[in-house]
């Protein structure tokens, strides 16, 4: 029995370091690149350091605060743009029954289902009858379309869990419909909905060709500048940018937990 | 106080409940009883205005609205809010002040045994003290009405009977009527001023808590009020003979196993006036929380009796005599 116990936790330990390493290692990697511009094969180190890739990054040319700064802001907009369409219908499909929901399901989920590449030129298309739209919005629109449909299964589960007896006793104590969903609802699902807009913001800063069709290739987010170097293969340029865009999300992660942990302290009265 | 005529709620096709007519007096109890899914908690939910009504109509007295208020089967509080604000929400949703409605809740708090609670969160609390919260978020709201919904059915037993005392003493002081739905017939008797039996969506028989056993209005009824031995007018002449006329009326009897007399085969019962004798072999004792129940095979039947704890109770397969005082069996419609 107690051999058992050993190899079980044994196992845990190998687990847990694999997948820290699995996070580490490509880690690792990126660092090492951004300092160097040669690292060949077989070299279990480069041989030459620089700092020219971080000069690149910070210079005018290197557009690096333009890029993020142009990226969060139509995050921003995405996740907006979410909470204002997604968080109704989930609660719509959660909580109402109604002819042909199933489809409507289905058609919110379609972006999951229908290949990037397939609907190209329908959003080009959308980009020339969105024109009059200032960039920043035409492209966290499709931004939108593309995160919707994780937000909405995210939200409509946490929904599903949630139920409906709460509310229904906030009925009878004689709430209205907008004080349920603001003094029950609403706090209920904040841990869910921070998660998702997390979520949304990680999957919105990635996109590449959304961005590139939407604004015509003019506005710089962090893919688009990233594209470029990746296919002419500077790795080292590659692994700065990689490393300046991981740092945001990090933070982000990091107000995600935090904000998490005020949630449950001040709305659960959860302790640690 | 409550007058409910004709009400009926259907769920599409389905016919939930039909022609309830029923009036809930001040200060009175009616306790409303029935199988699952004879559409108790459908009438409550209708009530309260959770389920509209596909037909009738719910008017109070002298034409003004009264408040109603309903307590879940489940205590179903908000799981982020604290005792306290848990108990003045019904106040907060009606726009009381918050330095108000929480000095009207604090009164409350030692009537519903909850000092020193009060800033405690739900998954605090054990499962009695969230039932009084739940009833007391309600009573706070002083409704004319209290609809209960089975609140304490998931409570263990001597918890249920300490809440059922509480609930009792305060409703008497305080004077709100309560509809009150439960499947504890203990429950129900102890606290009822009235008694309705629902079934397939129907009022069959109101009345005291003890016509259900003097004067039951079916063998619907009485199978539901699991009364003891109840048999057909002929088989019961047929194991005690023809029977006076003015007991004719009805067709089907029963009779309460504690009236039934029981001896063990040579120690010879005395024929006592009124008793009529039937051999017979025990063939099951089951000991009950208050009783002993002795099952015993007669002639083309079974009779059940009941001997209290301190008695003895024969073992199985003994050849015993029972006494059936036949002036006790109580004559009932067999109905539909």
Redesign the interface.
Known sequence: MERLILVKRMLIWLFLIGMSLFIILPLISLILWSFTKLWPWPELLPKVWSLDSWSYLFSPSGRAFEALTNSMVIAGITVLLNILLGFPAAKTLSQRQFSGKGMVFILLLSPLFIPLTVSVMGLHHLSVQLGFLPDYFSTAFVHTLVTMPYFITMLWYQFNLLGVKVQEAASSLGASGWKIFLWIELPLLTPALLLSCLLVVVISMSQYLPTWIMSGGTLMTMPLIIFPFASSGNASIVAVYSIWFFVPVILLVLIYYVLLKWCNKKVFGLRG | MLKIKDAGIRYGNQQILDAISLEIGEAEIYVLMGPSGSGKTTLLRGI???TPLSEGTISWREDRKGQT??V?Q?P?????M?VLENLA??L???GIPAKKRYQQVKQYLSILQLEGLEDR?PH?LSGGQQQRVSLG??LV?EPDLLLLDEPFASLDAPLRIQLTEWLYSLQRQQGFSILWITHYMDEAFSVADRVGLLMQGRIIQEGKPLDFYQKPISEEAAAFFSLKNRFSREQWEKWVGKLPKEQDVHEMGWLPAESVKLSIEGSNIENEDGYRLLDGRVIRVKYEPRMQTILVEVQSGEIEVQLPVWGTAPPVDTRVKVGIPVGKIVWYPKGN
């Open positions: 309260a205005g959770l208020g309903l879940f489940e179903r509080l908000f799981p982020h604290t929400f019904g907060r949703a009606r969160f605090q978020r309600v709201l």
